[in-house]
C-alpha cells in the first residue's frame, strides 16, 4: 500500500467485562491494539454502575501507564454529583490520565437522575472549571439525537456543549457516510471548529446486526441492508461482507478528511487488526 497521510488519527473504544473470561480476554485484546498505536483508546461505564472507579477507571489505568496507550475516560452526568466527579478527576489526575469523555447518559428506569448535571454540557462545563488542562471530549449524533426534536435543535445543544469547554466530539455509529458530511457542514455553519471523529462499529456477526436494526436510529443504507440480508445464514460471509464495509467508510471518511476514526471494537482484537491492516496507510 503506498506511503500517505492525510493527518486523520485511529483510536478504538473498549468495555469493562462482566466476567473472569471477558477480563482474560480484553488483556489479550489490549496487548494487540497497544501494537496499532492508536492515539488513544476509550474506556466505557454503566450509568449507575456501582463499580464504576473499580472497573472503568481501574481499566483505564492498565491502559494508560501499564500499557502506555493515552487513555479516555467515560463519564455519564445523570448519576453523579460534584462531589463525586471532582473526587473522580482528582484520581484521574493522579494517575495521569485527563481525557474525559462527557455524557449525559442513559436515564435507567426506576434509578432518578441526580440534580447536578441535567446535561452533559453542564458535566463538561464543570469538569473544564475544576481541571482546565483536563481534554474533554463529547458525543454527538450524525443523525440527530433520539430525544431532540429536530436537527436545528440538536445542533443549537451541541454548539452549547462546544462553547461549555468541549474540545473534540465523538459521533455515535454510523453506516451512511452521506449524513456524517452532512452533519459537518450542518456544524461548520453553526461555528462548531473542534475536530469531530467519526465513529464506526463493524459488523461481525448476526446477534450484533439484529441489535442495530432494533435500537439503532442510524440510517442503513440499501448496500448495508444487502449485506445483512444475502449472508443472514453465512457467518463467515458476513463477518467478511461487514469488515469490508466498514473499511471502504472509513477509506471514503479519510480521503475527505475527517479528523479521525474512533472504532467500537467491542473488545475484539481480530477486528481492530483486519481494519488497521487494510487502512494503515490513511493513518498519522
Do not use: W
Not at 477480563?23 to 449507575?48: A, G, R, W, Y
Amino acid at each position: 500500500m503506498a506511503e500517505t497521510n492525510t493527518g486523520s488519527t485511529l483510536s478504538f473504544e473498549v468495555f469493562p467485562p462482566n466476567s473472569k473470561v471477558g477480563i482474560e480476554n480484553l488483556t489479550k485484546t489490549l496487548d494487540q491494539l497497544k501494537e496499532l498505536k492508536p492515539s488513544f483508546i476509550s474506556v466505557t461505564c454503566s450509568n449507575h454502575n456501582v463499580d464504576y472507579e473499580k472497573n472503568t477507571i481501574d481499566l483505564a489505568k492498565h491502559v494508560h501507564n501499564d500499557l502506555q496507550v493515552p487513555a479516555m475516560v467515560h463519564m455519564p452526568a445523570a448519576y453523579v454529583n460534584k462531589k463525586q466527579v471532582s473526587r473522580i478527576l482528582n484520581e484521574l489526575e493522579e494517575l495521569n490520565i485527563n481525557q474525559v469523555l462527557a455524557l449525559r447518559g442513559d436515564i435507567i428506569d426506576g434509578h432518578a437522575p441526580e440534580n447536578d448535571f441535567k446535561y452533559a454540557s453542564d458535566l463538561t462545563k464543570f469538569i473544564k472549571q475544576e481541571k482546565p488542562d483536563f481534554e474533554v471530549s463529547g458525543a454527538c449524533y450524525p443523525e440527530v439525537h433520539p430525544e431532540s426534536t429536530n436537527r436545528i435543535d440538536d445542533i443549537k445543544h451541541l454548539k452549547e456543549k462546544v462553547d461549555a469547554g468541549c474540545d473534540q466530539l465523538i459521533t455515535q455509529l454510523f453506516y451512511d457516510n452521506e449524513q456524517f458530511f452532512r452533519f459537518q457542514e450542518e456544524c461548520a455553519i453553526a461555528d462548531i471548529n473542534v475536530p469531530i471523529l467519526a465513529g464506526i462499529m463493524p459488523i461481525i456477526n448476526r446477534k450484533q446486526a439484529l441489535h442495530i436494526l432494533e435500537n439503532c436510529s442510524a440510517h442503513l443504507p440499501k448496500k448495508f441492508l444487502a449485506i445483512l440480508d444475502k449472508y443472514k445464514d453465512d457467518p463467515i460471509a458476513l463477518r467478511d461482507a461487514g469488515l469490508a464495509y466498514a473499511i471502504d467508510q472509513i477509506v471514503d471518511l479519510v480521503t475527505n478528511d475527517v479528523a479521525g476514526i474512533h472504532i467500537y471494537t467491542m473488545n475484539s482484537a481480530q477486528t481492530a487488526k483486519h481494519i488497521y491492516d487494510n487502512t494503515a496507510a490513511f493513518f498519522k
